[in-house]
């Protein structure tokens, strides 16, 4: 097992980091890439190498993404057969939770392991906060899935899923967040083991993450992957308007409903690429469908004669917004479980 350190302009926390877990398990690997940091940071890399780790060179810097399939590659030529533990150079992961995470590769050789953070404990800063929620909504609704923690640098690879890695677009930040939009693409499980929650400072000085320019890139893709679901959404509502005067307000849900499910699941297959046909996911996307178009459609057809000042069209809408406000919550309860 090897521990993936990408490291850009560090400091001794990531020597600290390397000295620890040598002293923790000698039989771990420790792989630290230079991601084009400079002489002034030498040091710090010559002293993380004497203290047991390998260190790898980018001659400038390319990029944590670039580094993380810098260091993939290595591991390919190195052999590696069980996998590795992709860990910060901050110090914002703790021995404990790296070997957790180590731990969680060997039991489960086929998954994608994510070190989840709380971000309900104290002395979270507020701006790490406030994105990593906004982040973990968005890409949850998006993309139907439940996780905590979405933008975790502490993730386990299994050593059968380096091939794949490799091939993740990306060179900066948006690196991490591609790793979870392709994992039902690649039938790769996500599996989150609970882990401490760290910040050095109320600020997070140590991190080089740019909230405009780096926050961009982690978007970008996230809303990409939603744009089937948005396509699909407008579709219905356009639909539905232009049936609404033809055949009325129930028929007109359906159809359109039905119209916007094809949208999506087309959508969702494509993405998905050629692999094995999800049938129990897809009853469960029909039942869900047919869900949502009843219960719009019978609220307009329930409120209709109590509401006179409101066009049924209009109360469908109202509907459908009820409909995804409810998919939001059971969405937020499971991400409350897996956490």
Not at 86 to 108: F, M, N, P, S, W
Not at 174 to 190: G, I, N, S, V
Not at 312 to 320: N, T
Request: hydrophobic share 45%; charged share 25%; net charge positive.
């Amino acid at each position: 097992m090897t521990v993936l350190i990408p490291s850009y302009k560090p400091d001794e926390h990531m020597v600290d980091t390397v000295s620890r877990l040598r002293a923790a398990d000698p039989s771990l690997r420790v792989l630290v890439v230079d991601d084009g940091s400079g002489e002034e940071y030498r040091r710090f890399f010559d002293e993380a190498a004497q203290a047991g780790a390998e260190v790898i060179r980018h001659e400038k810097n390319r990029g944590k993404g670039a580094a993380l399939k810098t260091g993939f590659a290595r591991l390919k030529e190195n052999g590696e057969t069980e996998g590795c533990v992709c860990a910060d150079a901050d110090g914002q992961h703790l021995t404990e939770d790296i070997l957790k995470v180590a731990r969680a590769v060997r039991e489960h050789p086929s998954a994608l392991i994510i070190g989840g953070r709380k971000f309900s404990e104290p002395g979270v800063p507020l701006r790490s906060k406030a994105g990593n929620y906004a982040t973990r909504f968005t890409f949850n609704l998006l993309c139907g899935q439940c996780l905590g923690d979405t933008q975790t640098g502490l993730r386990g690879i299994p050593a059968s899923r380096l091939d794949d890695m490799l091939s993740i677009p990306g060179d900066r930040y948006e690196y991490e967040m591609r790793q979870l939009l392709r994992a039902r693409q690649m039938d790769l499980e996500l599996i989150e083991v609970a882990i401490s929650t760290v910040y050095l400072d109320a600020e997070n000085s140590a991190s080089h993450f740019n909230p405009l320019r780096d926050a961009a890139r982690v978007y970008l893709p996230v809303l990409a992957a939603g744009l089937g679901l948005i396509i699909a959404a407008a579709a219905d509502i356009a639909l539905f308007f232009t049936l609404f005067p033809l055949i009325g307000l129930i028929p007109a849900a359906f159809a359109a409903r039905g119209a916007a499910m094809l949208i999506r699941g087309a959508d969702l297959l494509i993405r998905r690429g050629r692999r094995r046909f999800p049938w129990a996911k897809a009853c469960d996307f029909i039942a869900c469908g047919i869900f949502a178009a009843a219960f719009s459609a019978f609220f307009a057809y329930c409120l209709a004669p109590v509401a006179p000042g409101f066009s049924p069209a209009l109360l469908k809408l109202f509907g459908d917004i009820i409909v995804v406000a409810y998919i939001c919550v059971l969405r937020a309860i499971k991400i409350r479980r897996v956490k």
